[in-house]
Structure formats: C-alpha cells, structure tokens
C-alpha cells in the first residue's frame, strides 16, 4: 500500500543538494525556470509571463501538495543555497505507480545535479512510499533527459502517448 501524507513535508538531502518544498519566496526562481525558451521547448505548458504567474503555480502546486495529490521539491545546492531546478512525483494511480517529471535552470545542467536529485527521489518512492512502478515521459528529442532516465534503468515503453507522439514513455520498477 502506498503511504501518501505529505503533512510534514519531507526534506531530502543529498552530498551537495537540499530538497525542500517550494515557497513564495522562490518565485523569481519559478520565472526564471518556467519562462526558460531552452526548457519550454520540451514541455506541452504555457510559458510564465510574469512573477505572479509563477507564485499562483507555486500556490497550486503546494495545494496539490495538501492533498497529498503530489509531491514537489525546490532543488537547492545546500552550499551556496542556489536554487536550481526542481523535481516532482505526480499522477499517483491506484495500481501503485506515479510519475516523476524535473527540470534544471540551463545553467545549472550537465553537472550530475539532476543525476543526484533523481536518484534520492526515486529511493523515496520506492522505499518510502513504496510504489511498485514510476513513469517518465520525455519528449524524443529531449537527449539529456533520455540519458538520464536511462542511467536508472528506466526502460522505454512500445507505446507511445496517443495525444502526442513526440513523446517517449519510460518505466522503472524496483
């Protein structure tokens, strides 16, 4: 059975990462993320437009988090306090799976950061709220988010998403 209580909200540390939910006060970080032309390309959402855009996500996002409906982490460098990305567990079905979706400030990419976020996030879902199965969908074209699934050992599905077609999906199990 699948323990989904996020009432105190769980803070995941890594060597070089804190994990921890997001706030008003990460706004301009959300902005910079969401409204990034490199990151948006991959992704089926509407751009953020302005700062307000990116804290009423904020606010839906910690709402969905109240209902234990998903859960959703500001990627912190714990040294310097940057944040730079952020990492989530969504779409909880009954059969015991979710999804896991991230995304990095470009900036911050290529430097193993998601590497070590996904890797604490994974090992929470499966050890901790005890899912039996995680999906991932990646657009084909997205290479670096292909690769990293791949170093998990995710596995590419036959089926491809009927609504669109450009998108890859991936499973992992314990």
Known sequence: ???????????????????????????????????????????????SKTIEDAINFINMINDAIKKNDSIYWAIILTNSKAFVGTICLFDFSKKNSCEIGFELITKFQEQGIMKEAAQVV???????????KILAVTHYDNQNSTKLLTKFNFVKSNETDVENPDLNIFTLTP
Do not use: C, W
């Open 1 to 47: 059975m699948v323990n989904r209580s996020f009432t105190s909200f769980p803070i995941l540390t890594t060597e070089r990462l804190t994990l921890r939910q997001l706030s008003s006060e990460d706004g301009q970080a959300i902005f910079t993320l969401r409204s990034d032309t490199e990151i948006n390309k991959y992704l089926n959402r509407q751009a």
């Open 122 to 132: 994974i090992d929470y879902a499966f050890h901790t709220l005890k899912f039996q």
